[in-house]
């Protein structure tokens, strides 16, 4: 039996969009590296107010990003990425099973920081390169560049983490606002302002992110918000995948 066909929602049409948005700037900066790698002279020390380059663009637009989970703006922007926030928590009518969400939590957060082993490891793997020279500043920006693009192939095609995580899509995803922190924290040793910057912010996204889990832990279960739910879900980001979970859940309810 095969699947109806299903449209494409607009939330996923605009994350397409900043997709194929974030590939362009991928191969913008491959061109400034071929052809005026001097542009990358930003992102040492403190030559960021020197002079202005293309990177004060993308800064300011990786600036702008991470801003954007920090307020409850619903526009466009997935649940998977503002359940963090009271204003988007739609709870259950039933009484929320405590035991089964604190084992939930507890599940979920053992499986995120297996996530962020690897990444630590990649992170000095990385580290140990640029400062040994192998790696310049140039390489690490293009670097975090190229895990930009690797984060909404990640929502919108698939994702090598749930293999970890075992999530069933981006909204109800343990990590899904750990993507900055991942971008930038292998910039960690680049020790400019360009780079301080955006690791601080980073941080701080994820810090408020972790928090929010451990005290408001409601909000991320789909078993206790609604709003995460398959049959409630409005972004439609998933894959073909999580749309047969989605059908089957709704004819579980009739």
């Not at 990444?119 to 640029?130: D, E």
């Not at 140039?138 to 670097?143: C, F, G, L, N, T």
């Not at 279960?221 to 972004?235: G, H, R, V």
């Amino acid at each position: 039996m095969t699947m109806e066909p299903q449209k494409i929602s607009k939330t996923r049409k605009i994350y397409f969009v900043r997709l194929w948005a974030r590939i362009i700037i991928f191969f913008v900066l491959i061109m400034l590296y071929i052809f005026n790698e001097q542009c990358f002279d930003v992102a040492e020390g403190m030559k960021f107010f020197d002079s202005f380059s293309p990177l004060h663009i993308l800064w300011a637009l990786w600036i702008y990003d991470m801003i954007l989970q920090l307020i409850p703006v619903r526009a466009h922007i997935s649940i998977g990425s503002q359940k963090v926030f009271q204003s988007l928590f739609v709870p259950i009518k039933e009484k929320i099973n405590k035991e089964n969400l604190l084992a939930y939590i507890k599940d979920t957060t053992r499986s995120a920081y297996r996530v962020m082993i690897i990444w630590i490891a990649l992170t000095i793997t990385l580290s140990i390169l640029h400062l040994k020279g192998i790696l310049s500043v140039s390489h690490m920006v293009i670097i975090s560049a190229f895990f930009y693009v690797c984060d909404l192939i990640c929502v919108l095609i698939w994702c090598p983490f749930r293999l970890i995580m075992n999530n069933k899509c981006c909204t109800t995803c343990r990590i899904f606002n750990w993507d900055h922190l991942m971008m930038f924290l292998p910039m960690i040793t680049v020790n400019s302002f360009f780079s301080w910057v955006l690791v601080a912010l980073s941080v701080i996204i994820w810090l408020i992110w972790e928090i929010c889990v451990f005290t408001y832990p409601e909000r991320f279960w789909e078993n206790s918000n609604m709003a995460l739910k398959c049959s409630e879900c409005t972004d439609k980001l998933c894959t073909q995948y999580c749309r047969k979970l989605r059908k089957t859940e709704k004819e579980d309810k009739i």
